[in-house]
């Protein structure tokens, strides 16, 4: 009995070490076997981090990248800012890359001798070179090797694709690389409007000229990304900036950041017919941004008017106030969301008190009027319409058209007088 017991525990301990001894020279050797393989296969030995330049040659042209302090910059054939991630994207296949297999043969059978791209990496003094071939029969290779070895290497066909980039594909394809948020100021010109939009101190958009209102914060905001994020589709390179396509510009629009300003003129439609010429005045650069840009700018100040009747989130609604004609409905919600009547039979259910509520928090003007012309709109009795949050009271006056349908509203003391959609609250006014 004693002598099983010891012969199981020393073939427990035999088990054990073998285990230990496989995972240690046979796993960890192979997995160590296989990293080097892997070391041994790759066609370059960059550290991207410690490249500074780059420099791509593809037949007579040639692209030259420096990496500055606040990112990569194009020096040749342009001075241009560059796209980081296209050019991060490029050392990362470049660093990569590995050989899948090795060919025999003169240099030139396969497209490297002159090679079809070349893209030289400097780290400091030193640099590495590698150059690209053409494609395999098969298509899914490329053929490729470096400027220090003769040996013809076949790596995968991405490599191509992601190592292999014009000027174009490198370039930064926006015009201005300001931040939205530091934007505090936009004036727009566009045939006969002139409109200025400025941010107030609370970070709402207000329109300032031609007349004083509050502005539509998703126009506001959506015309200045829509010019920070307008990519081009092609640039101008080497035009001179005063050319007849800009003679009568179709649109003017500048963004002011901390009393800088710069300006975006849109010209002609380019002769390539892809978009619009854009430029940055003063600038020298000239781009083709998609012709949809222009279409969608605004085309006249009501387009940027914020055109809620009550500027507030329908979910903060505590009560309305409906007067008209001697009757008064009263309406508050509890702190369970549920809706009652204190004033007005018979009471509202809290379902269609709920509607009102959701009715009056979207409501939006349809026109603006003079006090004059607004007078002279056929109208039926007034109603005073009051909606309170727990931070603020609005209160306005609300009538129906003769047409029965329209609802007008005022604001006297505000000198607003517009037309305006609540369906909900049109069946409470006589």
């Known amino acids: 009995m004693k002598n099983s017991w010891v012969k199981s525990l020393v073939l427990f301990v035999v088990l054990v070490a073998g285990g230990i001894y ?102 400091g003094e030193k640099s590495e070179s590698l150059l690209i071939g053409q494609k395999s029969p098969t298509g899914s290779s490329v053929y490729v090797k470096t400027s220090d070895r003769q040996e013809i290497m076949l790596a995968d066909a991405s490599l191509f694709h992601g190592v292999a980039k014009t000027l174009f594909d490198l370039r930064d394809k926006r015009l201005l690389d300001w931040k939205e948020s530091d934007i505090g100021k936009i004036e727009l010109t566009r045939d006969k409007l002139s409109v200025t939009l400025e941010k107030q101190a609370d970070g709402k958009w207000r329109v300032t000229s031609p007349a004083n209102f509050p502005a539509d914060e998703r126009e506001a905001k959506g015309l200045i990304s829509s010019l920070l994020y307008a990519s081009a589709v092609e640039f101008a390179d080497g035009a001179p900036e005063q050319t007849p396509e800009f003679s009568k510009p179709q649109a003017k629009i500048s963004l002011w950041k901390s009393g800088e300003k710069r300006t975006f003129v849109f010209g002609e439609e380019s002769k390539s017919q892809n978009g619009t010429l854009v430029k940055i005045e003063g600038g020298g650069t000239i781009a083709v941004l998609p012709s949809t840009l222009v279409a969608r700018l605004p085309k006249t100040a009501d387009d940027l008017r914020d055109k809620k009747v009550f500027a507030l989130d329908g979910n903060t609604i505590t009560g309305i106030i409906l007067k008209s004609g001697g009757r008064e409905l009263e309406l508050k919600k509890d702190d369970k969301g549920i809706w009652q009547t204190l004033k007005g039979a018979p009471p509202l259910e809290s379902v269609k008190a709920s509607n009102l509520a959701f009715s009056l928090s979207t409501a939006e003007t349809t026109a603006l009027f003079g006090e004059k012309e607004f007078k002279e709109k056929g109208k039926g009795p007034s109603a005073e319409v009051t909606v309170r949050t727990s931070a603020k009271t609005f209160t306005i006056l609300a009538s129906k058209g003769s047409d029965g349908k329209t609802l007008y509203g005022s604001e006297p003391k505000e000198g607003k007088y517009f037309a305006f959609d609540a369906n909900e609250l049109a069946e409470f006014l006589q």
């Open 22 to 123: 496989a995972y240690k020279v046979e796993y960890l050797g192979e997995i160590k076997k296989t990293a080097a393989d892997n070391r041994a296969k790759k066609i370059l030995s960059l550290d991207p981090k410690s490249v500074t330049k780059i420099s791509i040659s593809a037949h007579s042209n040639k692209v030259e990248l420096v990496r500055e302090k606040d990112g990569w910059k194009i020096t040749a054939p342009v001075e241009a800012k560059g796209d980081e991630n296209a050019i991060e994207g490029l050392l990362h296949f470049a660093v990569e890359a590995s050989a899948s297999d090795s060919a025999t043969g003169n240099p030139q059978e396969y497209g490297l001798e002159p090679p079809m791209y070349r893209v030289d990496f400097f780290q």
